[in-house]
């Protein structure tokens, strides 16, 4: 949806939703409209049968065709399913299409486990695309290893810039950040609370923030910790527009993932001029100038308390220039014209 957003900037983009919704009577198309952006959702009754669920897709897939009008080119944000579409266009209209991918199921074993088909389909709708532009060359390698042989651009993920902003920091109080879904497999956060504890030995006032998911699932080691004189605060949910306060307002944006792609809330922080601790996972290091923080290894929880303590004691301040090089990288305007490059060359073929 970002990268939709930014490429309104330049031309008339229009969103396709189909989503399943239980207790409709019948399907029903919703249009909203502003200035290049239009978004248009169709919603459908859910279905366990596989065979009335494809047909209820596909029937809205027609009528939203018919509301949106003529445009030149697809651009999926995900390969599958929804590539059964663009590639039905391209066979049946001669129109291009260009795929963004950002999934981070392609770095796990369980991407080979798919169903035969699935396996099948993506490959061939990886061929048929004119581009397919995932947001690290990690994650095109990846890919490349499922077999989804294509002519692949990397173009990064979006920061909204203006939103994204160095502002002074008003508390005191050393502050940590950490902004995901809070899935422990995925994102560690049982490693953070544990070195959040030995932290304690350290550093005598400090808080960190988890935001993105419920306290309760960590209830228990949480107790098991027993912090006592700091603050391990958790915020189920904030809005896109939230996050630069809560991200200004820290010293140091922690990510303490097993695994990841390009996290934009990495660059969204060094938009805001918050240095960063992360793992060396995934295409993290590809976007990340050494002078922003730290890269560690995965797991390492001893080297993740020592980094931070090296923050807390040598304040990173460089603010202006991690701005710039969000500005300079992931703009809106530098991702809309990465991407309009694309469509030209797509359409020219």
């Known amino acids: 949806m970002r990268h939709a957003e930014a490429v309104s900037g330049k031309h008339l983009v229009s969103v396709l939703h189909i989503i399943s919704k239980p207790g409709l009577s019948k399907s029903s198309i919703e249009v909203h409209k502003a200035s290049n952006f239009h978004s248009y959702i169709a919603y459908i009754k859910p279905s366990k049968n596989p065979i009335l669920k494809l047909c209820r897709f596909w029937f809205a897939y027609q ?10 080119l697809v651009h999926l944000n995900k390969l599958f399913p929804f590539g059964l579409f663009a590639l039905h266009l391209k066979k049946t209209k001669h129109l291009p299409y260009i795929i963004s991918e ?5 770095h796990l074993k369980e991407q080979k486990s798919l169903p035969w088909i699935e396996r099948v ?14 947001v690290s060359t990690d994650l095109k390698n990846s890919m490349l290893k499922s077999g989804l042989k294509g002519s692949y651009k990397i173009v990064p993920n979006v920061v ?3 939103l994204f902003k160095p502002v002074k920091k008003t508390t005191k109080k050393f502050t940590i950040t950490h902004i995901s879904s809070l899935l422990d497999k995925h994102k560690n956060i049982s490693g953070m609370l544990r070195v959040a504890k030995q932290l304690e030995n350290t550093i005598d006032t400090f808080q960190w923030n988890f935001i993105g998911g419920k306290k309760e699932e960590f209830s ?4 098991d910790l027993n912090f006592k004189k700091n603050t391990i605060h958790f915020k189920d949910h904030l809005s896109h527009e939230q996050i630069p306060k809560k ?20 660059l969204e922080a060094f938009s805001c001029g918050i240095p960063v601790i992360s793992t060396n996972v995934g295409g993290v290091s590809e976007f990340f100038p050494e002078d922003f923080g730290f890269l560690i290894e995965q797991n390492n ?12 004691n040598n304040p990173i301040s460089k603010s202006k220039k991690m701005h710039q090089f969000a500005k300079d990288n992931f703009s809106s305007d530098i991702i809309c014209d990465s991407f309009s490059e694309l469509y030209l060359k797509a359409i020219n073929k």
């Not at 950002?102 to 392609?106: A, C, E, N, S, V």
């Not at 389909?121 to 995932?134: D, E, G, V, W």
């Not at 929880?301 to 807390?312: F, G, M, P, R, T």
């Open 121 to 134: 389909l993506s490959k061939k709708i990886a061929k048929n695309a004119s581009f397919i532009c995932p």
């Open 220 to 223: 228990k080691l949480l107790d």
């Open 247 to 266: 991200l200004t307002q820290s010293d140091v944006f922690v990510l303490f993932s097993n695994y990841e792609n390009l996290p934009c809330v990495i």
């Open 63 to 72: 009528k939203l065709l018919k509301e949106i009008g003529s445009f030149d």
């Open 301 to 312: 929880e001893n080297q993740l308390l020592e980094k931070i303590i090296d923050i807390y």
């Open 160 to 162: 909204n810039t203006h």
């Open 102 to 106: 950002h999934w981070t199921g392609y």
